[in-house]
């Protein structure tokens, strides 16, 4: 029904930039939050960032607040993850998830789309 097509990861030094992006295909991209996970090699997959269906509330694990903003654009289904002053241990990949429900909670929240990973290096 729906897929999700990452794009803007790569290698960055310590104290850089990337914004990443999530593009979706189909019609239903407004209805839905949004969110962006991690994954560095040997560790589980952990919370980013999610974004409600229409961007009015935005949620961020303690470890990226002040550095990383998510944002989103409906009208070209497309979501972001701007990353700011990035460290190495940011290195990870990076999913785009959409969520089963128009509003974000830890607690209710199922992400039931999945994006393919982007790769984000982040060098010393």
């Known amino acids: 029904q729906v897929q999700l097509v990452e794009s803007g990861g790569g290698l960055v030094q310590t104290g850089g930039s990337l914004r990443l992006s999530c593009t979706a295909t189909?019609?239903?991209?407004?209805?839905?939050?949004m969110g962006w996970f991690r994954q560095a090699p040997g560790k589980e997959r952990e919370f980013v960032a999610a974004i409600n269906w229409n961007g009015g509330g935005t949620y961020y694990a303690e470890f990226v607040k002040g550095r990383f903003t998510i944002s989103r654009d409906n009208a070209k289904s497309t979501v972001y993850l701007q990353m700011n002053s990035l460290k190495p241990e940011d290195t990870a990949v990076y999913y785009c998830?959409?969520?089963?429900?128009?509003?974000?909670?830890?607690?209710?929240?199922?992400?039931?789309?999945w994006g393919q990973g982007t790769q984000v290096t982040v060098s010393s």
């Open positions: 189909g019609r239903t991209f407004s209805n839905y939050a």
């Open positions: 998830a959409g969520d089963s429900r128009a509003y974000y909670s830890a607690a209710s929240s199922k992400f039931v789309y």
